[in-house]
């Protein structure tokens, strides 16, 4: 046994201490469901958040646009030399497509492109939008620098291809 004595509430059941604090009872307290959420803490950015539903439905259309093209065009790019073949008939290039090794290389690294450029663009949509900004213009801007970047990639083996050369400098000469 020690000499100390007890310190206030060291001893006291949970109901004395709420007594002498002058709160109810347990058994009266409104079950935790029944009573009103504390509000929670908001910052700044997310307290000016509205929501923007014609944003969300515009920025989710255009990405599932996006998401359906990246598709479409990744898997031309991996046949290369296909597309190329099309796409000289169009312009109507006497000849065929012969650049193999680098029609490869180039098309596989658009197919890329195009795949990263897209998960990119998504991110910062959802992004936005989670944040409650305006979002609608993330797939515009994400969809024409990944179209920059993936043309530049195909463009490489097609201005290295001896039949669209010689297409490029008949009509030059024209």
């Known amino acids: ?3 100390q004595r007890p310190q206030y509430g060291e001893i006291a ?16 307290m409104p079950p935790a469901a029944a009573a009103a959420p504390a509000p929670e803490p908001a910052s700044g950015r ?14 989710i259309g255009l990405l599932a646009y996006g998401l ?22 169009v312009l109507g290039v006497d000849g065929e497509f012969t650049n193999f090794a ?5 098309g596989t690294v658009a197919a890329i492109v195009l795949a990263a450029g897209w998960s990119l663009t998504a991110f910062f949509s959802i992004r936005r939008l989670r944040g ?13 620098v990944t179209l ?27």
Not at 48 to 53: F, I, L, S, V
Not at 68 to 89: C, H, I, Q, R, W
């Open 1 to 3: 046994m020690t000499d």
């Open 13 to 28: 059941t949970l109901e004395e201490q709420r007594k002498a604090a002058g709160l109810p009872p347990l058994d009266e």
């Open 46 to 59: 997310a307290a000016t958040a509205r929501p923007r539903p014609v944003d969300r439905f515009i920025t």
């Open 68 to 89: 359906v093209n990246v598709v479409m065009t990744g898997l031309s790019y991996l046949d290369f030399p296909t597309a190329m073949n099309e796409m000289m008939k």
């Open 102 to 106: 680098q029609g490869k290389v180039w």
């Open 132 to 144: 409650g900004k305006a979002s609608w213009w993330v797939p515009l801007a994400g969809a024409a």
């Open 148 to 174: 920059l970047v993936a043309s530049i990639c195909a463009a490489i083996p097609l201005m290295n291809d001896p039949a669209f050369i010689d297409f490029v400098a008949k009509t030059a000469g024209q």
